[in-house]
């Protein structure tokens, strides 16, 4: 089979090799990808910037949906023609996550799934909804969880509270559509006016473009009458957190999400004076997958795709990704 191999780092080194057919073994799945998606963590991991001393050669990518074209012994919970995608960190099911789910992680840790087959537990697989594109379903392991993760499972969010939203990037957006789902006031910044005027046609209520307006968290109070917003959902990391802090209420919630900002230093400060109750989100678990799941379903919401690459263009879809431009998700199309 076909598979993408981090052998060094950097794009450029991303090489596409042959590698066996794996053939999977007692409660163990194989499955035949055809999409995938692409998430900043992957570019990190390219690069060598999310782990320089992580093993080689490494499959990268954490996403991807496919057909489930064998089972081994004993497994129940799929059958051979389901589509299905792996859950981010396949061994963490349900409640707190441990040392052991966090090994799991796909991409980082151990072998992703940017490959024609990829073998993984049955434990650690999710049927995904009906309606969507195999592209679009390839989006939801890891943007959509953390987003989900974010403002439903850590502090749910609540018909007519605030929520300030940072980008235009897959979280973002999969936030904005989880939080008009449930009804909330949404603002989001990005310093593209283009882009905030499709925000607004996906249902925000507020734009900020924090090119023009550098002190959008002055904005964001502004907006709130002087209150601050409910939630902030944070992928700019502490290069953006002093901003989130002062636009964020009292005793109000920051999922922190990313690192896109950049940054050294974070006073705690304004932590402790607002009582914020400031959470970490590293995606979430197979149970919130599913939830998630349902919730896209019923709706029949679908996810943002930006633009889809073929399989032999993913150096092409990561240097998309580096360049910013996208809105929504990057996603690989096995043609």
């Given at each position: ?7 060094e ?12 057919q ?58 051979v023609?389901?589509r ?23 991409g ?19 049927h ?11 989006t ?36 904005l ?10 603002i989001i ?6 882009k905030?005027?499709r925000a607004?046609a ?11 307006t550098?002190?959008w ?9 002087r ?23 009292l ?16 006073n ?13 989100i ?35 879809a ?18």
């Amino acid at each position: 089979m076909k598979a993408y191999e981090i052998q060094e780092f950097g794009v450029e080194n991303l090489k596409l090799v042959e590698r066996p057919q794996p053939e999977p073994g007692h409660d163990e799945v194989l499955i035949k990808l055809r999409a995938w998606s692409i998430n900043f963590r992957d570019l990190l991991v390219v690069k060598g910037h999310y782990n320089p001393k992580m093993p080689l050669p490494r499959i990268p990518f954490s996403d991807g949906v496919g057909e489930v074209a064998a089972v081994g012994a004993g497994v129940t919970r799929v059958k051979v023609g389901d589509r299905v995608a792996g859950a981010f960190m396949p061994k963490w099911i349900a409640g707190e996550p441990d040392a052991l789910a966090a090994g799991s992680a796909l991409g980082g840790e151990i072998d992703g799934l940017l490959a024609e087959y990829a073998v993984l537990g049955e434990q650690g697989v999710v049927h995904v909804p009906g309606h969507l594109s195999d592209e679009e379903a390839a989006t939801l392991p890891c943007a959509g969880v953390t987003a989900w993760n974010a403002l439903v499972e850590q502090k749910q969010v609540k018909a007519g509270e605030s929520v300030l939203l940072l980008g235009t990037g897959g979280v973002s957006l999969f936030a904005l559509q989880f939080a008009q789902l449930h009804g909330a006031r949404i603002i989001i910044t990005s310093s593209s006016d283009e882009k905030l005027e499709r925000a607004r046609a996906m249902g925000a209520h507020e734009t900020i473009n924090y090119k023009t307006t550098p002190d959008w968290e002055k904005k964001v109070l502004e907006l709130t009458g002087r209150q601050g917003v409910d939630h902030v959902v944070e992928v700019g990391g502490v290069g953006t957190l002093p901003k989130s802090t002062r636009a964020v209420r009292l005793g109000g919630h920051i999922a922190l999400i990313g690192v896109l900002a950049g940054g050294k230093d974070f006073n705690p400060m304004l932590v402790l004076m607002k009582g914020i109750n400031l959470g970490g989100i590293y995606v979430g678990s197979r149970a919130m997958f599913e939830s998630m799941n349902q919730a896209i379903s019923l709706h029949q919401a679908k996810p943002v795709v930006d633009k889809v690459f073929g399989f032999d263009e993913v150096p092409a879809a990561l240097k998309h990704m580096e360049s910013g431009a996208h809105f929504g998700k990057i996603a690989i199309s096995a043609g």
